[in-house]
């Protein structure tokens, strides 16, 4: 109750505006397909070039002062909105969409309103690769002096390179000093003799710490002294660390500050990082595993660090589960998804945080050509773990998490024997395992390779995988039978008892039925079952309609003896 009255109070608010700014936009009724994807392009940079934290597309109210509700009947019925903002997603770069769509009920009509993030900086939003905007209220493609205005952000607000004018070295941690000198030579080992020689100052410059001598926010983020975080301000550099019991209930938690150079091995210090057991299947001895592999963990800390949105005065947090890893940072996924990454032959082009992402290429701590994500997924699958999950969903943030729970060895010694399966098709097998959707492609290709049956969204491993991971009885639950055979168990049932209400019907049936489908789709599925028949003309009910109604054959066939 409480957001539909935060809708109508942002919607009446929208609909007093004396004139239809650039980032909303409404319609009377809905409009086809194309143009809501060139509406997401537009409202998106004019969001972004008008500093607004979102656009809005409207449907059901008049676009001429003074506005008013009529209503909307844009897909209205199923399966109504729930696939419109993955579908859009494929077709805008970065797989920007929807931060969110509602559907309000109001006394003069239904209202769909489409929130719209705006671009990120630097980042102009694209549709099917053209770049749309508004003329008042016509829309139009993005002004190339728009353009320009955004992609400019890029440079003009890299927060990591500005220079802290109040600080010096000494507000620097030595010890921070010397542990970024001992991985700058890890990094380039012919500079070993160089590196020892170099005053501090001159190490910063050439780390690309500094700027010409002066102290930038990289600086004081990475090796700053843990009293000098004002310095950063609104900037909050922190990692928080949060540990949870089975029930999500908080059992303990710990903030780590500057220098985060040093504070991330505090933060694993943290975690519990258990042993795992299992055979192998190919000895007689069990193997032994960490829960988290240690590189996996700093790969993706590290990558927090150089990718968060410091201007959103944020911690980066970390969730300890018993059996996950939330890590979770500021700022849109700029590469727009992982598979773009895992498939590309060319690293990103644009970062969030160009100055910090070369520092700490410089130490030692992340790369930028793109391969740190790809070797996190192999590391993963070679430990017969599940792969990395990245919830890309939540507008302004990137999410993480990493399990601590063996999948089937079986199962993904399978993967590594087929050799024509790609990291994309783990990825979406992997996807199907933890029940996940997935996109059309990633079902095409799994399908034409009878890595799956069943229809989505409740598609399950084929027989082929079931067989050689020893998993047969679990597919012939998911997989059921076809109708007919449900059919036939109806007309056996009234042979025998002449009738049958629902409720005797449905405990015949719903053990019977492919456990890839809940208990309400079971139950639908059999609710549309017995209509079927009554359409073919093999039953039909007697007595009420509403209370004691009973299913019987319509031709009744010689009873069998009890």
């Known amino acids: 109750m409480r957001m539909a009255e935060d809708l109508l109070a942002v919607l009446q608010n929208l609909i007093t505006l004396r004139s239809e700014t650039e980032w ?9 397909f194309e143009l809501i994807g060139r509406y997401v392009s537009a409202l ?38 729930d696939k419109l903002k993955q579908k859009i997603s494929q077709h805008t770069n970065h797989g920007l969409t929807f931060s969110s769509i509602h559907e309000l009920k109001t006394p003069d009509g239904r209202v769909v309103m489409f929130r719209i993030p705006p671009a990120t900086r630097g980042v102009p939003t694209e549709w099917k690769g053209r770049v749309y905007g508004r003329v008042h209220d016509s829309l139009e493609p993005l002004t190339l002096n728009e353009i320009e205005r955004i992609r400019d952000q890029g440079a003009t607000l890299d927060w990591s390179a500005r220079v802290c004018r109040k600080a010096t070295t000494a507000d620097l941690d030595p010890a921070a000093i010397a542990f970024a000198r001992q991985e700058y030579k890890k990094k380039n080992p012919h500079l070993t003799a160089d590196v020892d020689a170099w005053t501090d100052g001159e190490f910063l410059n050439r780390a690309g710490l500094c700027a010409d001598g002066l102290i930038t926010n990289t600086a004081i983020l990475l090796l700053g002294k843990s009293t000098f975080l004002h310095l950063l301000s609104p900037a909050i ?39 795992v057991r299992h055979m192998s299947d190919e000895t007689l001895f069990p193997l032994e595993l960490s829960q988290y592999d240690s590189w996996v963990m700093r790969e993706i800390l590290h990558n927090c660090i150089a990718h968060q949105d410091y201007l959103q005065g944020a911690r980066i947090s970390i969730v300890e589960n018993d059996d996950s890893l939330l890590f979770t940072n500021r700022g849109e996924f700029i590469p727009g998804s992982v598979d773009s990454l895992i498939i590309s032959d060319s690293p990103p082009d644009h970062y969030r945080n160009p100055f910090l992402a070369q520092a700490m290429v410089n130490l030692n701590m992340i790369d930028t050509i793109g391969s740190g994500i790809r070797r996190m ?64 492609e990633e079902y095409h290709s799994l399908k034409s390779k009878k890595l799956i049956e069943g229809r989505r969204p409740h598609i399950f491993v084929s027989e082929q995988v079931a067989a050689e991971t020893d998993t047969r009885a ?11 055979h449900f059919k036939d168990l109806v007309i056996s049932y009234l042979k025998r008892y002449d009738e049958a209400d629902r409720k005797e019907i449905d405990k015949l049936l719903l053990d019977k039925v492919s456990d890839a489908l809940d208990d309400e789709q079971k139950h639908l599925f059999i609710k549309n079952l017995l209509r079927d028949m009554r359409c073919e003309g093999t039953i039909h009910t007697t007595g009420s309609k509403t209370f004691g109604a009973k299913w019987v054959l319509t031709r009744s066939p010689k009873k069998e003896s009890k």
Do not use: C
């Not at 972004?48 to 909307?72: A, H």
């Not at 679990?474 to 007919?484: M, P």
């Open 24 to 32: 909303i936009e409404f319609k009377e009724e809905g409009v086809d």
């Open 44 to 81: 998106s940079n004019e969001a972004n070039l008008n500093e607004k934290p979102e656009g809005w597309l409207i449907f059901g109210v008049t676009d001429k002062y003074p506005r008013k509700i009529i209503g909307s009947k844009f897909h209205e019925t199923p399966p109504g909105l």
């Open 474 to 484: 679990e597919y012939i639950r998911k997989r059921s039978f076809d109708k007919q």
């Open 377 to 440: 997924f192999r590391v993963q699958r070679e430990r017969n773990f599940p792969l990395p999950d990245y919830d890309l969903t939540q507008t302004g943030k990137v999410a993480v998490r990493v399990s601590g729970k063996i999948i089937d060895p079986r199962y993904t010694r399978m993967l590594i024997r087929r050799k024509d399966l790609d990291m994309l098709d783990v990825i979406s097998l992997d996807r199907v395992q933890k029940e996940y959707p997935i996109t059309d």
């Open 237 to 275: 550099g922190q990692i928080t660390w949060v540990l949870k019991d089975a029930s999500g209930v908080e059992r303990d938690y710990a903030h780590f500050g500057l220098p985060l150079i040093l504070a991330i091995g505090k933060v694993f210090e943290k975690i519990r990082n258990l042993t």
